[in-house]
C-alpha cells in the first residue's frame, strides 16, 4: 500500500480570500432575517463556511458568523445556540443552507417577538468574498506523499480541497476524499469515507489536517 | 537585493512564504504605485517601508510617491482627518481650495503611471483627477469614517466615488458608495523595533531605565491620553483590582502638548492616580518603539479600554507578544479581541477589574490564553497576510480589467 502509485497525481492548490463589504448591515435579528433572504449566495457562504479560513487553528464561540453574531451582540443565546449548531456540511447546496437559516430565525422570531426589533451598536455587516486560487506545484502519487503534503502544506490548501470543492466546486466528497477514493486516484474508498466524516467533526481547519495525517497514518502503518 | 521574504518563513503560518511566493507568480510583470502624505511617522509609512520592498521582490514593480504641500494644505487636511472621523471642524472654501490646488500641482509632478495605484487616506484623494486612462486606481481608506462629518465626506466622496474600489479597515467604516468596498485589516510588521524578539536583558535594562520595577505583575495600557481611550477607567478597574491583589499600572501614551484635550485628559489621570508608587505615567515620543515594545513584554495583562477605537494595533502588538488582551466592546477590538480566547472584552472598569482578577488568579489560563492570542495574531494580523491582501487585490482588479 505504501508503494501503491496512483494513475493520476493529486495536485495541491491553495486559496486567498478577498473581502467584499457590501454594505448592508442589520441592527436586529427581523432586520437580519431580511437581508440573509436576500444576500448574494457568495456572502451566505462566507458567513457559514469561510469561518474555517479565518480561524484555521482555533474556534471562536460559534462556527458561523450569524450565530456569533446573535449570541454576542444580538444578546440572544437560544437563537445563538440554534444556529450555531448548524453544520454546512449536512448542505449540498448553498441555497438550501439560507433556507434553513431563514427557517430557524423566523421559527425563533415567531415565539421570541420581542427579539425581533432589540437593536444593537454592532450591527451585523454582510460580506463576501472572492477567492483567488493558487496552484501550489506539489503533485503526489502515493499514501506518503499524499500524507507529507498534507501536514505541511499552507491551511489554505486544506480549506479549498475540503470546503471550497464541496460548495463552490461541487465536488461533495470533496477533492482529498474523491482522490483516494477514485479509480485513478488511490483507489481506497474506506479511507476516503473516514475523510468525509473528518469535516462533520466539527474541528478548525488545523484539527482537520491533523486528523486526516493521522488517518493516513494508520493505513500506511497497518499495511 | 537582500530577500526580505524568506525572514518571515519561521515567523509566519506554516508555508505562507511559498504561498506568496506562487500568488505573486500571477501578479508579476504588473506595476503598483502607492501614493501617501509622508514619508515618516504614522502607521501608513511604518507598513508601506515594508510592503513596498516585499511586493517588488514577489515581482511586483513597485514604487511610492509622497505629495508634498503647504502649511495651509496640512491645516485643512488635518481637519479633514478630524471631521471625517467625527469631530467637528469649520472648513472654508480656502482650505477645500488648498487642498484641490495641492493635489493639482502634486498631480503636475509625480509620475503616476502604473497598472494598479492605490492612494492611502484623503489627503492625495484628488489626483484620481489626473489618473492616466487604462489603470485601476484603488482608494486606501485607513482611517475611521463611521461616523463623518457629512459636509466633508461629500466633498471627498465626489473623488471617491471614481476609483475603481475602496479598502476599508473594518466593515463598520465603509459608507455607501457605487464602487465596490473591500475589507483588509491592518498589520504590524514582526520584525520591526516594535515588535522583534527582545533579550530579557534588553527589557530588564529598558524598564530600568523607565523606572518601573518588575517585582509585581504589571498592568498596562498604550495609548495617547484621550477620553476615548478611557485611562480614567483604567486607573478605576486598577483600583479595584488593587483591593486584592498585588500589581502595577502602567500608562504609557504619547505626549500632549499640541493637544489641549490631551494636556487636559493627562491631568484627570494625574488626578485620578494621585500619589500611588505602583502606578506609572510614561510620557513617550513617537520614536519610542523599543520601549514600547519592551512594556508589552514586561507586561502580564495588556488593557485596551477603550469606549471608541479604530483597529486598535496596540492590541495587535500586545496579541503578537503572547499577552491576553483585555480590550473596550468596540471597534477592531471587537475582531482581535475573542472573549474568553485571546482576553476579554469588557464594558466598564468593573469588567475590566473582573476579568484581571480572574488571570492573576489563574497563570495557567493566562499563559494558555497568551498562547492562542499569539497565534490569532500570526495568523491574521501580520504583514505577510497584508501581503498576501494586496496581491490578492491586484490580481481581481486585473482580473476585471481584462
Not at chain 1, 89 to 105: Q, T, V
Not at chain 2, 288 to 309: C, F
Amino acid at each position: 500500500m505504501m508503494d501503491y502509485r496512483a494513475k493520476q497525481p493529486f495536485r495541491f492548490f491553495s486559496c486567498m480570500e478577498l473581502r467584499e463589504i457590501l454594505g448592508k448591515r442589520a441592527r436586529d435579528e427581523q432586520r437580519l432575517l431580511e437581508l440573509i433572504e436576500e444576500a448574494p449566495a457568495d456572502s451566505i457562504y462566507y458567513h457559514t463556511h469561510s469561518y474555517y479560513l479565518r480561524h484555521p487553528y482555533t474556534q471562536s464561540l460559534y462556527p458561523n458568523d450569524f450565530a456569533t453574531w446573535v449570541a454576542l451582540h444580538a444578546q440572544d443565546r437560544i437563537l445563538g445556540e440554534r444556529l450555531g449548531v448548524l453544520d454546512p456540511f449536512d448542505f449540498d447546496d448553498i441555497e438550501e443552507l439560507r433556507g434553513e437559516i431563514m427557517a430557524i430565525i423566523a421559527d425563533h422570531l415567531d415565539h421570541e417577538r420581542a427579539a425581533a426589533s432589540r437593536t444593537t451598536d454592532e450591527p451585523f455587516e454582510f460580506v463576501r468574498s472572492h477567492v483567488i486560487e493558487v496552484d501550489l506545484g506539489i503533485e503526489v502519487m502515493t499514501l506518503r506523499e499524499f500524507r507529507d503534503a498534507v501536514s505541511r502544506v499552507e491551511v489554505g490548501a486544506v480549506y479549498n480541497h475540503l470546503c471550497e470543492a464541496r460548495m463552490r466546486k461541487r465536488q461533495l466528497w470533496g477533492d482529498f476524499a474523491y482522490w483516494l477514493s477514485a479509480e485513478m486516484g488511490l483507489g481506497l474508498p474506506d479511507l476516503a469515507a473516514q475523510v468525509v466524516q473528518v469535516g462533520r467533526l466539527g474541528l478548525s481547519l488545523e484539527g482537520m489536517r491533523e486528523r486526516i495525517v493521522t488517518l493516513c497514518d494508520q493505513v500506511l502503518s497497518a499495511s | 537585493m537582500v530577500p526580505m521574504l524568506a525572514q518571515y518563513r519561521d515567523i509566519a503560518p506554516k508555508g505562507t512564504v511559498e504561498f506568496l511566493r506562487r500568488l505573486g507568480e500571477r501578479a508579476q510583470g504588473k506595476s503598483m504605485l502607492h501614493v501617501n502624505s509622508t514619508r515618516y511617522g504614522g502607521g501608513v509609512a511604518e507598513i508601506l517601508h515594508r510592503l513596498v520592498p516585499l511586493l517588488a521582490e514577489l515581482g511586483v514593480n513597485t514604487r511610492w510617491e509622497v505629495i508634498s504641500g503647504t502649511d495651509v494644505f496640512y491645516k485643512a487636511t488635518k481637519s479633514f482627518h478630524n471631521a471625517l472621523q467625527g469631530t467637528k471642524q469649520r472648513i472654508t472654501t480656502e482650505m477645500y481650495d488648498a487642498y484641490l490646488h495641492c493635489n493639482r500641482e502634486n498631480a503636475k509632478q509625480l509620475n503616476l503611471e502604473a497598472d494598479v495605484a492605490m492612494v492611502h487616506d484623503p489627503q492625495p484623494a484628488a489626483l484620481i483627477d489626473a489618473h492616466p486612462q487604462g489603470t485601476r486606481w484603488i482608494w486606501r481608506c485607513h482611517i475611521d469614517l463611521s461616523t463623518p462629518q457629512r459636509a466633508v465626506w461629500q466633498f471627498l466622496r465626489a473623488y471617491v466615488v471614481r476609483y475603481d474600489a475602496a479598502v476599508f479597515s473594518l466593515p463598520k467604516f465603509a459608507q455607501r458608495l457605487p464602487i465596490p468596498q473591500f475589507l483588509i485589516y491592518p498589520s504590524i510588521d514582526p520584525l520591526s523595533d516594535k515588535n522583534r524578539e527582545l533579550m530579557p536583558e534588553e527589557i530588564n535594562h529598558i524598564l530600568q531605565r523607565l523606572g518601573v520595577p518588575q517585582d509585581k505583575p504589571i498592568l498596562l495600557q498604550v495609548s495617547r491620553f484621550d477620553r476615548f481611550k478611557d485611562p480614567v477607567g483604567v486607573v478605576e478597574a486598577y483600583r479595584l483590582v488593587k483591593k486584592s491583589h498585588d500589581c502595577r499600572l502602567v500608562l504609557a501614551g504619547g505626549t500632549a502638548t499640541d493637544d489641549p484635550e490631551g494636556a487636559e485628559v493627562l491631568a484627570e489621570v494625574q488626578g485620578a492616580v494621585e500619589m500611588d508608587p505602583d502606578v506609572h505615567v510614561l510620557l513617550l515620543p513617537p520614536t519610542a518603539n523599543i520601549e514600547i515594545n519592551a512594556l508589552q513584554r514586561a507586561a502580564s495583562i495588556v488593557l485596551q479600554k477603550s469606549t471608541r477605537e479604530g483597529f486598535g494595533l496596540t492590541v495587535t502588538e500586545a496579541l503578537w507578544k503572547g499577552k491576553p488582551v483585555i480590550g473596550g466592546e468596540t471597534g477592531g477590538i471587537t475582531v482581535q479581541v475573542i472573549h474568553g480566547q485571546t482576553g476579554y472584552t469588557v464594558n466598564s472598569p468593573e469588567g475590566a477589574a473582573f476579568y484581571i482578577k480572574r488571570l492573576l488568579n489563574e497563570p495557567e489560563l493566562l499563559a494558555a490564553m497568551g498562547r492562542q492570542a499569539k497565534e490569532y495574531a500570526r495568523h491574521r494580523f501580520l504583514i505577510t497576510r497584508h501581503l498576501q491582501e494586496y496581491l490578492g487585490l491586484i490580481i481581481h482588479l486585473s482580473r476585471r480589467a481584462s
